[in-house]
């Protein structure tokens, strides 16, 4: 059978949810293939929302602590899978031209790039001021 807990506490611990999926940045369509992947497979999860003020992204999280290694393995073929579609996908694009190059995004939105390269230029000037006065 089942190992009892040594405290109660470890007892409350076994028994809590068990976030799988923070949903910060996890696109919609990602979000809801992980519910369809845990619903097929027949284990139990809820959603929590994002918070108000974004200090919560919100989660899939699983009812049953039992379901953590089997969730995860089905979690890491899953993304596995996902990437590899991603990195075909973009490959496609990339064939087909549909891929801007970095010339092609500086004419398109000239102004965003030059102020990317001035605020690079000054987290580099910033971070080299504690070396030019070592030097002096």
Aim: contains cysteine; charged residues 25%.
């Amino acid at each position: 059978g089942r190992a009892r807990p040594t405290s109660p506490i470890q007892g409350i611990i076994r028994g809590m949810a068990k976030l799988l999926l923070n949903l910060r940045y996890v696109p919609d369509d990602e979000a809801a293939e992980v519910r369809e992947l845990l619903d097929r497979h027949g284990i139990a999860c809820y959603e929590t929302r994002p918070s108000r003020w974004g200090i919560s992204a919100g989660g899939i999280w699983l009812r049953n602590n039992d379901d953590a290694d089997r969730a995860g393995q089905l979690m890491a073929d899953y993304q596995r899978t996902r990437q590899s579609r991603a990195r075909a996908a973009f490959a496609e694009a990339q064939r087909a031209g549909e891929v801007p190059t970095l010339m092609e995004l500086a004419r398109q939105q000239p102004l965003r790039v030059v102020g990317l390269l001035a605020a690079i230029a000054l987290v580099l000037a910033v971070s080299a001021i504690p070396f030019v006065l070592l030097l002096r």
